[in-house]
Every structure is written in structure tokens, then in C-alpha cells.
């Protein structure tokens, strides 16, 4: 949308999904949204309206010994959304959204490329977003 830039962005199946933040994003300022769909056609938007982003996201540094990188989440109902961008030992980079319902995995979208933009996570950091819990991709 005008006005926002696009924090995480990938194609996955012909569908496009974003994380978008307003400018001035901030603690308890601005917005950040999340939309899954094709142009002119959004199936998905979070928040449905206006939240400060500490309220409708939280956000966590994940790893082990095989991989490390970022998350962000939200939750609608029941469904649990995680948008990750992990680096994962000796095949590189992967990004995608995991769709979990009581703790079960409904699915693992891939993105079809790279879906981070620029400074992507120096906004979300400046948000100062809660804590994601589990601080896993689960």
C-alpha cells in the first residue's frame, strides 16, 4: 500500500504474502500488517483493523545448531501464523510462513525467492515487538 514498506515479501504458489509497516513505526506506533493473496484479490489481512503492532505481532531470534534467523508472528483464532527467514547450515537461506493449529502443522509455505527488503528487520526491531513464545518455528 502507499505509504508502507514491505518488511518480508515472497511469492508461494501464485499468491503473494506480505509484511508491510507504516512509516514512524515505533513501540505502540504506526501499524504493521500482514496480507496473503493475489493483487486485488487479498484473502488474508492481520490485523483487520488498526492495532498498534505490539498487539497484533510478536517477534523472536531462533536456532540451534543447524540453523539461526528471525521470526515474526500472529495469531487468528486458533491459527498460528510464523513468518521466518532462517539460515540453515550447508543449504542456505529459506523463508516461508508456517500455518499451525494446537500445536499441529497445517502447512509449510515456501517462498519462491528471497523475501526480505531492505533494513527488513531493523523495522520490526524498532517496533520493539514482543517476544514470540515458543521462540521456535513451531
Known sequence: Q???TA???CAIGGKIASLCASAGIGP????????FGRRGAIELTHPASPT????????????DAGFAGDIVRFSRGETRYTLYSI???GQGERDGIRVSRGGHK?????????????DAWKLLYSAKLPKAEPASLD
Open 2 to 4: 502507499p505509504g508502507e
Open 7 to 9: 518488511v518480508f515479501s
Open 28 to 35: 505502540g506506533q504506526g501499524s504493521l500488517t500482514y496480507r
Open 52 to 63: 498498534p503492532p505490539d498487539q497484533a505481532f510478536s517477534t523472536a531470534v531462533i536456532g
Open 87 to 89: 539460515i540453515v547450515k
Open 106 to 118: 497445517l502447512a509449510d509455505l515456501k517462498c519462491k525467492d528471497f523475501a526480505l527488503g531492505g
